[in-house]
């Protein structure tokens, strides 16, 4: 591997993730690097237009090159863009946060959100991770996705909460579940006091390559609304696949 290649993307990284500028000897210390090699590397993300360096400051901030590659990235998908306007219908009926979310690895990663109107609301944000085996929608795209997902899964799994499912045998218990039900939970077991809930969109080949994801407080989710909420994101993440050209699955 090129570790100076490395060095300069978990410099970027750090940058991208603490949304401040920085000076040079407050990345070295946080990188633990020399400051010339910070420089250099500054230098290197300047000239290709990523990072700028402030006249007035001296400090150096991303630039919107960054967001304009991501959305270039993420127009690829076009799962995003057929699914919108029913992820705006599901928002509008349940009034609770949506999203749509994709599995990369041991995560999902959330490629649009819908804010619930309601005061009290889960939280997350385009662009965020999560664990799969935490999620709704990470539990549902292992569920019907590639089972070679699940090698990515470290074992005993992370335990965000008391609630989180712990071993890969439960885990795998879960995904038959899942299977049977048609869509997968998450009780409090990414976020105390949110549960969450998710269904797969498949592509034209059979893939799953998306979900739908409603997450709300504990509060608001009794066990007549969780069978509710559930099948309303089943039929929209079906309505979704039809959008693809995908194959339905039968009535949950």
């Avoid at 150096?60 to 967001?67: A, D, I, N, Q, V």
Wanted: hydrophobic share 40%.
């Amino acid at each position: 591997m090129d570790k100076t290649l490395i060095k300069g993307v978990h410099l970027l990284q750090l940058m991208v993730e603490s949304a401040r500028p920085w000076t040079v000897s407050g990345l070295s210390k946080a990188l633990g690097l020399q400051g010339s090699n910070v420089h250099r590397t500054l230098q290197t993300w300047c000239a290709l237009g990523v990072v700028a360096q402030s006249e007035k400051t001296g400090e150096y901030h991303c630039t919107l090159k960054l967001f304009e590659w991501g959305c270039k990235v993420a127009g690829c998908f076009d799962v995003r863009r057929l699914a919108r306007e029913h992820l705006l219908q599901l928002a509008h009926t349940s009034q609770e946060t949506i999203h749509l979310s994709v599995l990369e690895g041991a995560e999902i990663v959330y490629l649009d959100k819908i804010d619930s109107p309601q005061p009290v609301r889960a939280y997350s944000e385009v662009g965020g991770r999560a664990p799969a085996h935490c999620v709704a929608t990470g539990k549902a795209l292992l569920a019907y996705g590639d089972l070679r997902a699940l090698d990515h899964l470290p074992n005993p799994l992370p335990c965000p909460t008391s609630k989180t499912i712990g071993s890969l045998e439960k885990l795998k218990a879960e995904l038959v579940r899942i299977r049977a039900c048609g869509y997968a939970t998450n009780f409090e077991e990414w976020r105390e006091g949110v549960h969450g809930l998710g269904a797969v969109i498949f592509d034209a080949s059979g893939v799953a390559v998306a979900a739908v994801g409603l997450s709300a407080p504990a509060s608001r989710m009794g066990d007549e609304r969780v069978r509710q909420l559930g099948q309303l994101v089943w039929e929209t993440a079906q309505k979704i696949t039809r959008a693809l050209g995908g194959r339905v699955q039968q009535d949950s």
